[in-house]
Each structure stands twice: as C-alpha cells, then as structure tokens.
Nanobody, 126 residues
Framework: QVVLVESGGGLVQAGGSLRLSCAAS????????MGWFRQAPGKERDFVAA????????YYADSVKGRFTVSRDNAKNTVFLEMNSLKPEDTAVYYC???????????????????WGQGTQVTVSS
C-alpha cells in the first residue's frame, strides 16, 4: 500500500509558477510509475504528466507541454510537478497517482493507476 500526499498548490497570477510535490509513504517509490492528473469543476479528471519509475521516460499532455516538468527523487520518495507560465485554464485540483511497474514505462490513463493522493488546489487568476 502506498499513501500519497500532494502539497504546493495555491493561488497564483497568470504567468506565474508553482511547484507541486507528491510525497509517498508505505513503499519505496522507486518501484512505481507516477502520474499527475487534474480535475476542474464540472469536468472529468484529465491526464497532465507521467514519469517512469527510473525518470528515464516522461510524457505530457499537449496542453502543458513546454510549460510543465515532471521529475522524481526516489531517494526522497517524492515526485514533483514544476508548473511555469500558468494560465487560468490550468485551474484545477491536481492529483498524483502511482502504480507498481516492472519497467520504465509511463502510463497516461487514470484507470492505469492504483493509488491516488487527496489532491491539491491550484488556482490561476487572470
């Protein structure tokens, strides 16, 4: 069992930056592929970014490519999402997710993930 806790959300002006963290406990994060998803009010949960267990592979939604960067520090059992050039449409609750992986693959569908954090709110004002 992996327990995930996100932090780092908040209110920021358009064009600003935030860095989200996802701290894991219960199992070494090095065995898990990780993903970030977001859900805006009244909308479905959407994929944002994913990273393989060894950081060698990453993948981004087109809407955030070039602005967001996903990374991980397995020694600290933490995954990060660096968000730059934020836009009002980035406003959402951001969730991190984990699934055990025997390879360096990443996963982009919410149903691929077994464990979820409680989410952190990101609000971007115009």
């Amino acid at each position: 069992q992996v327990v995930l806790v996100e932090s780092g959300g908040g209110l920021v002006q358009a064009g600003g930056s935030l860095r989200l963290s996802c701290a894991a406990s219960g199992r070494p994060l090095s065995s898990y592929a990780m993903g970030w998803f977001r859900q805006a009010p009244g909308k479905e949960r959407d994929f944002v970014a994913a990273i393989g267990r060894n950081s060698g592979s990453t993948y981004y939604a087109d809407s955030v490519k070039g602005r967001f960067t996903v990374s991980r520090d397995n020694a600290k059992n933490t995954v990060f999402l660096e968000m730059n050039s934020l836009k009002p449409e980035d406003t959402a609750v951001y969730y991190c997710a984990a699934r055990m992986s025997g390879s360096g693959n990443y996963y982009v569908t919410s149903s691929d993930y077994y464990y979820w954090g409680q989410g952190t709110q990101v609000t971007v004002s115009s």
